[in-house]
């Protein structure tokens, strides 16, 4: 089974500041199938990036997706207010798919 | 407007029952794949079964094989997960999740969730 870490657990920004986080996989991820989630308090995730690179329907150009192989990366530009939330990668290329276990941006 | 919504989830003793409902709207439910994802209190996301569109690709996660089914009903555009002989460890919000590419497939979207709570 392919197992996700995400790095850093937590991440501490301001408003306006960028964001980068890390997902690396415990084997390569096939097709880069290789997605981001983002979920709020009490809310359902919401797909943000799938493929690596590419966004879902509606996500801001301030998300963007990279990476292939066993290190992936989200990076988030200009944080937002709404942006301050869990966020998860997930391979679906490999049977089981699996999630990281989430990075926490929060506020400074 | 793609809705899933959740129902049938509740406190229930170890060793119980459940049958959880999703109910789809928006799309046409017989032409994509479906999964249950649940994510226990305060932790991450487990991903837990996946059906084909047609029923006839069905897999589970090893920690609910045997114990849960998945099945669904295209004519009611609804999506049920059975769970029988239900542990502690079951305790989590439930959600459903369309799968856009059949079994390789990013979750999109999801529904609201079901709280499932097991415990005596």
């Known amino acids: 089974d392919i197992v996700l870490t995400q790095s850093p657990g937590t991440l501490s920004l301001s408003p306006g500041e960028s964001a980068t986080l890390s997902c690396r996989a415990s084997?390569?991820?096939?097709?880069?199938?290789l997605a981001w989630y983002q979920q709020n308090p009490g809310q359902a995730p919401r797909l943000l990036i799938y493929g690596a690179s590419s966004r879902a329907t509606g996500i801001p150009d301030r998300f963007s997706g990279s990476g292939s192989g066993t290190d992936f990366t989200l990076t988030i530009s200009r944080l937002e207010p709404e942006d301050f939330a869990v966020y998860y990668c997930?391979?679906?290329?490999?049977?089981?798919?699996?999630f990281g276990q989430g990075t926490k941006l929060e506020i400074k | 407007e793609v809705q899933l919504v959740e129902s049938g989830g509740g406190l229930v003793q170890p060793g119980g029952s459940l049958r959880l409902s999703c109910a789809a709207s928006g799309f046409t439910f017989s032409s994509y794949s479906m999964n249950w994802v649940r994510q226990a209190p305060g932790k991450g996301l487990e991903w837990v079964s996946y059906i084909s569109s047609s029923s006839s690709t069905i897999y589970y996660a090893d920690s609910v094989k045997g114990r849960f089914t998945i099945s669904r009903d295209n004519a009611k555009n609804s999506l049920y997960l059975q769970m029988n002989s239900l542990r502690a460890d079951d305790t989590a919000v439930y959600y459903c999740?369309?799968?856009?590419?059949?079994?390789?497939?990013?979750?999109?979207?999801w529904g609201q969730g079901t709280l499932v709570t097991v415990s005596s």
């Open positions: 997930q391979q679906y290329g490999s049977s089981p798919q699996s």
């Open positions: 999740a369309r799968g856009p590419s059949g079994v390789k497939s990013r979750f999109d979207p």
């Open positions: 084997q390569s991820v096939s097709s880069s199938y």
